[in-house]
């Protein structure tokens, strides 16, 4: 099993540009989660889908922030606008009930 | 609501020595525990888990950890240290109500020393 896949690994853009971040989970997993890393804030939970439908999106940031999964192998969370304070690593991970397993995350930088 | 305390932010070891990092948890219910590890500039790997079975789970690469119920503890262990076990490590509790939500510790990272 190749794992769950992010890409890009690693963004680096400027303020005010669209970013899309891109997630395919472990197949079979029927859960998906984004997160979000920084120093300051560790591992936040951005959003939760189940089945494909999202459960939980309460750590969403703000409107700038949407994440999408249109069917059990991919997913997106999109910025726009990006902003500077958004540079993060951003993980996704996966998990078919308790445990989650985690992608190697995509570091974003907005300059 | 759970939380996680890693009691330690830092822990250095010599290569060969054993290694302990200690991690409290609160929960109203019984709890599901995880230690992951993260090596720099890599995703969260899961070490070990811990869902009300043998309270002495056994993780990869000999890595283990005790649930103590009485301690609300689930240190983790290994017995001897490598220069690869040089990570942050992140102790776990789900959620009491929605075992999707994860509460992480703030991180302990290893240093070992050659």
């Known amino acids: 099993d190749a794992g769950v896949i992010q890409s890009p690994r690693h963004e680096v853009t400027e303020m005010g540009q669209e970013v899309t971040l891109r997630c395919k989970p472990i197949?079979?997993?029927?859960?998906l989660f984004w997160y979000r890393q920084t120093m300051m804030r560790g591992l936040e939970l951005l959003i939760y889908?189940?089945?494909?439908?999202?459960?939980?999106d309460s750590g969403m940031p703000e409107d700038r922030f949407s994440a999408k999964m249109p069917n059990a192998s991919f997913s997106t969370l999109k910025i726009q606008p990006s902003e500077p304070r958004d540079s993060a690593v951003y993980f996704c991970?996966?998990?078919?009930?308790?445990?989650?397993?985690f992608g190697p995350g995509t570091r974003l930088l907005v300059l | 609501a759970q939380s996680v305390t890693q009691l330690d932010s830092h822990v250095s070891v010599s290569e060969g020595t054993p290694v302990l990092l200690r991690c409290n948890y609160s929960?109203?219910?019984?709890?599901?525990l995880f230690w992951y590890v993260q090596h720099p500039n890599k995703g969260l790997q899961l070490l070990l888990k811990?869902?009300?079975?043998?309270?002495l789970v056994k993780g990869i690469n000999g890595f283990e950890a005790e649930f103590k119920k009485s301690e609300t503890s689930f240190h983790l262990t290994k017995p001897s240290a490598h220069m690869s076990d040089a990570a942050e490590y992140f102790c776990?509790?789900?959620?009491?109500?929605?075992?999707?939500?994860?509460?992480f510790g703030a991180g302990t990272t290893v240093t070992v020393r050659a």
């Open positions: 811990y869902t009300s079975a043998a309270t």
């Open positions: 197949s079979g997993h029927n859960s």
């Open positions: 776990v509790v789900s959620d009491d109500g929605n075992d999707y939500k994860l509460s």
């Open positions: 889908f189940n089945n494909n439908v999202p459960i939980d």
């Open positions: 929960s109203s219910y019984s709890p599901s």
């Open positions: 991970a996966s998990s078919p009930r308790e445990t989650q397993y």
